[in-house]
Every structure is written in C-alpha cells, then in structure tokens.
C-alpha cells in the first residue's frame, strides 16, 4: 500500500513568514495528493488539493507543488498568521481510494 | 446535510470491555473510512468500504478489532476485549468515490480504556 512521509514533525515560525511542509509517497500510482488542517480538538479539514495532471496550486496565501518524478509534494504558506497555527496533514490516494496520511506537523505561529 | 455523524463522542472504559463505535456517512457518499489517531502514530487507516464492502482492512490492528458497514448510512467499529493501548480518538470520513477526493470527517471518539 501507499506510504506517505511528512516533514518536519514541528515547525515554528515568525507571524508574516513563510512555512514550508514536504511530503513524499510511494505509490506511482497515486494520483490525489490532499492537505487537511486540524486545530486542536476539532476534525481534519480540507484546505487544498492538487491532482497528479497539474505541477503547481495556489489559493490566497497557500499553495501545493507537485514533483510527480521525484515522487514528493509541499505546502507553501505564506504571510503566516497566528490562526495558521495547527496540525497538517498531507495524503496520498489513487482513484479517491485508499486514502493514507503523514505524520502531520505541528505548525506554531509566533505573533 | 449534518455531515458526518459519530457517536459516542467520548467513552471511557475498562480493560477487557467490548467498545462499538458508530458512524453514519453523508448522505450519497458511497465510501467510508475508519482512521485511528494518537500522538505517536498520527492518522492511521483501520479500514475503508466501497459500497458498503470492505475494500482494505490491512490496517486493522488484530483479530479485537472489526468494522461492519451493514448499510449505505451506518457503519461500526467494534473492539473485543478491549486495552489500555487502543486508547485514541477515532475517525470516520466518507466521500464519494467519483467525486473530487475530499474527506469529510466526523467528529470523532475519543476512546479511553482504564
């Protein structure tokens, strides 16, 4: 089955800055690669998502990079706000099936 | 919609006891997935249904463990006897499998085994 990796486990940043998360799968046959965010107590959510037919995402200030070759995705924030500050998730999935998970990373923003 | 319905939402017991945890998917939504979710392990998947069959249960993490999707609009996760070590919150999510990918999770139960 697919396996997903995520890094870092924890990032912390300066409220403005940028925040990178970086995934990488397994599975060449993945082809839906989801971020979801989780606040504290509170379910996954979904903030973006990229499909394997398209390299690069943006809505407002995040954005997903896709490198299909290399095997690996990021998220991109940037112009961080404290309310950024939660757990992230990326995903890997074929066909909308067999949907696994990262790690997550704990991202804090600092006002 | 209400979304993705769980319950009990919390539920606190002691070892060796049978736990069932409930999920009613989305309305539609014709996949279902159980995922498990501790600081440790992150989201792990337990198992996931199409159309109401378990597709994938690789996950499981042993014969205590078992998912039952009798119908479109209810599914359960039961664990027998139950450990110390299956302490977790549990998600249910559901999508539909022709549609864009998103997962819409339930609340959760957050399970405590004394």
């Known amino acids: 089955g697919e396996n997903v990796e995520q890094h870092p486990s924890t990032l912390s940043v300066q409220e403005g800055d940028s925040a990178v998360i970086k995934c990488t799968y397994s599975?060449?046959?993945?082809?839906?690669f989801p971020w979801y965010k989780q606040e504290l107590g509170k379910r996954p959510q979904l903030i973006i998502d990229i499909r394997s037919n398209v390299g690069e995402k943006k809505d407002q200030r995040i954005a997903v990079t896709l490198n299909k070759t290399a095997k690996h995705f990021s998220l991109h924030i940037t112009e961080t706000q404290p309310e950024d500050s939660a757990v992230y998730f990326c995903a890997a999935s074929y066909r909308n099936n067999d949907m696994r998970f990262g790690a997550g990373t704990r991202l804090t923003v600092k006002p | 919609d209400a979304g993705v319905i769980q319950s009990p939402r919390h539920e606190v017991t002691e070892m060796g006891q049978e736990v069932t945890l409930r999920c009613k998917p989305i309305s539609g939504h014709n996949s279902l997935f159980w995922y498990r979710q501790t600081m440790m392990r992150g989201l792990e998947l337990l198992i996931y249904?199409?159309?109401?069959?378990?597709?994938?249960d690789s996950g499981m993490p042993e014969d205590r463990f078992s998912a039952k999707m009798p119908n479109a609009s209810f599914s359960t996760l039961k664990i027998q006897p139950s450990e110390p070590r299956d302490s977790a919150v549990y998600f249910c999510?559901?999508?539909?499998?022709?549609?864009?990918?998103?997962?819409?999770f339930g609340e959760g139960s957050r399970l405590t085994v004394l």
């Open positions: 249904f199409n159309n109401n069959v378990p597709i994938d």
């Open positions: 999510a559901s999508t539909q499998v022709t549609g864009n990918g998103e997962l819409f």
């Open positions: 599975d060449s046959a993945s082809n839906y």
